[in-house]
């Protein structure tokens, strides 16, 4: 059963990265200006800042639809935290390359919720994956108004 597990993980993270352009700039209605596609590999603090998300399945309670991601980093450790209508989720075993971000986030203190993002220089894509199943996300970077 954990084999299968992660031949699945497997299977839709490669469809992450196949479908994830397209499909993210559609959902995000992104304009020219916002399609910044980065050569080669980022630092991992390019994952810092604040994020714009919204979850692809229609079956996500609307209290966990959309929210804010907010990547910092402190004493160098990078700390998590997922800003819902009903309040903040705060992100454990936090690791961050170059490429992604991944943490773990307990709803209600009871359900595990994992999450693996992929950064693509002002936009994320990637998965959710809980008991009750994976969930597609994609975001964008919050730019502060001058």
């Known amino acids: 059963m954990l ?3 992660i031949v699945i993980k497997i299977i839709v993270f490669l469809q992450v990265i196949l479908l994830a352009p397209s499909v993210m700039n559609d959902s995000l209605n ?3 200006e916002d399609k910044i596609v980065a050569a080669g590999k980022h630092s991992p603090d390019s994952a810092l800042g604040v994020w714009r998300f919204s979850f692809g399945n229609e079956n ?3 209290v966990y639809k959309d929210g804010v991601l907010f990547v910092t980093k ?3 450790s990078y700390d998590v935290a997922m ?3 009903n ?3 705060t992100g454990q075993d936090v690791e961050i390359n170059e490429n992604a971000i991944k943490f773990n986030v307990n709803i ?3 359900e595990r919720v994992s999450f693996v993002l992929l950064l693509d220089g002002n936009r994320i894509v990637g998965e959710s994956y809980s008991a009750k199943g994976a969930s597609k996300i994609y975001g964008k970077r919050q730019v502060p108004v001058r």
């Open 74 to 76: 402190q004493n160098g």
């Open 87 to 89: 309040g903040v989720l």
């Open 83 to 85: 800003k819902f209508k």
């Open 30 to 32: 992104l304009k020219n």
């Open 60 to 62: 996500i309670s609307e």
């Open 3 to 5: 084999i299968a597990h």
């Open 108 to 110: 209600d203190g009871l």
